[in-house]
């Protein structure tokens, strides 16, 4: 019995200890040297970098990978590289969470400003900080959130134009006119639901069918320069064109970047005839034909 106890143990050791050998010698293996453009994305997590990894032949175990990484603690930073599978694990993991990629994957959100997009670039180190601001304020609206690939210290003036050629390539088939990307900005900046969109867009057009002004809080968000909260006292205090509950028609530019459920909201919008709307707590909008109507609305959800 004692003799079994003692081979059982000897099988459990050298099981463990061909483990942890298994586990020193993946971290330290180095393959042929076969270079490879590998790209991490935004929410991907540890386990499936670690199979792209694997798949790429950049790494002999996925498993391995992951718990190296865990044990190490590190945090992979999004953006591509350039591999090789003659680097071990530990020089892999090092470039990956280091964030020394050959090119950024940036994500431009919809809805964001270009002083946002020019402070977001210059962090990432695409560009000079105020360089994108000089060549591209001119060009609010057409700056195309998406998902790009650019070089460190990239030139402002190539993603200027990398972001309108998306823009154009994105709106081609759509062709909307300035007043429409003007109503869009205001539409991706109000909506948090895309359901909502068309109709948000319905509610402002018919408000413009009517002469009546705008009165969109983003407008006003966007004269004082920040997409902070603003109380009743900015409707008439923060003078500026942008601000629709002082001008009548629409502001002079577009006050953000829209994305394309914007633009297509504004489009193909949904006339209810609709007037008003506020948002609730969870973000969704409740639509008002009268102001009596959007009156009552808000006290059933105060």
């Given at each position: 019995?004692k003799?079994g106890?003692?081979?059982?143990l000897?099988?459990v050791f050298?099981?463990?200890?061909?483990?942890?050998?298994?586990f020193?010698?993946?971290?330290?293996h180095r393959g042929a040297?076969v270079?490879?453009?590998?790209?991490v994305r935004g929410?991907?997590s540890?386990?499936e970098?670690?199979?792209?990894l694997a798949k790429?032949?950049?790494?002999?175990?996925?498993?391995v990978f992951?718990l190296?990484?865990k044990?190490?603690?590190?945090?992979i930073?999004v953006g591509?590289?350039?591999?090789?599978?003659s680097?071990?694990m530990k020089e892999i993991?090092?470039?990956?969470?280091?964030?020394?990629?050959?090119e950024y994957?940036?994500?431009?959100?919809e809805?964001w400003?270009?002083?946002?997009?020019?402070?977001?670039?210059?962090?990432?180190?695409?560009?000079t900080?105020g360089e994108l601001?000089?060549?591209?304020?001119?060009?609010e609206g057409?700056l195309f959130?998406d998902?790009y690939?650019?070089?460190?210290n990239?030139?402002a003036?190539?993603?200027?134009q990398?972001m309108l050629?998306?823009f154009?390539?994105?709106?081609?088939?759509?062709?909307?006119?300035r007043?429409q990307?003007?109503?869009?900005?205001i539409v991706?900046?109000e909506?948090k639901?895309?359901?909502?969109?068309p109709k948000?867009?319905g509610?402002?057009?018919?408000?413009q069918?009517?002469?009546?002004k705008l009165?969109?809080?983003?407008?006003?968000?966007?004269?004082?320069?920040?997409?902070q909260?603003i109380?009743?006292?900015?409707?008439r205090?923060v003078t500026?064109p942008?601000?629709?509950y002082l001008y009548?028609?629409?502001?002079p530019g577009?006050?953000c970047?829209p994305?394309?459920k914007?633009?297509e909201?504004v489009?193909n919008p949904?006339?209810?005839?609709y007037?008003?709307?506020?948002h609730t707590s969870?973000?969704?909008?409740v639509?008002?034909?009268t102001?009596?109507?959007?009156?009552?609305?808000?006290?059933?959800y105060?």
């Open positions: 019995m003799k106890i003692f081979l059982f000897i099988v050298v099981f463990i200890l061909a483990l942890v050998l298994y020193f010698w993946s971290i330290n040297g270079e490879r453009e590998f790209i929410g991907q540890t386990q970098i670690a199979q792209n790429d032949g950049l790494i002999s175990s996925a498993t992951s190296y990484t044990i190490k603690g590190e945090l930073q591509v590289y350039k591999l090789s599978s680097q071990n993991l090092d470039i990956l969470a280091t964030g020394k990629a050959s994957l940036i994500t431009i959100p809805g400003r270009v002083t946002q997009i020019d402070d977001y670039l210059a962090k990432k180190g695409v560009i900080a601001i000089k060549i591209a304020s001119a060009d057409y959130p998902t690939r650019f070089l460190p990239t030139p003036f190539i993603v200027r990398v050629e998306n154009a390539k994105k709106t081609a088939g759509f062709n909307p006119t007043d990307i003007i109503l869009a900005s991706e900046r909506a639901f895309d359901e909502d969109r948000i867009a509610v402002y057009l018919n408000r069918g009517i002469q009546m009165e969109a809080d983003p407008t006003v968000q966007y004269a004082k320069g920040n997409w909260p109380t009743t006292a900015d409707y205090s500026s942008y601000n629709t009548p028609g629409l502001p577009p006050i970047n994305g394309l914007s633009i909201a489009l949904q006339k209810d005839g007037l008003y709307f506020f969870d973000g969704h909008a639509f008002s034909t102001l009596e109507e959007h009156q009552e609305n808000l006290k059933k105060q």
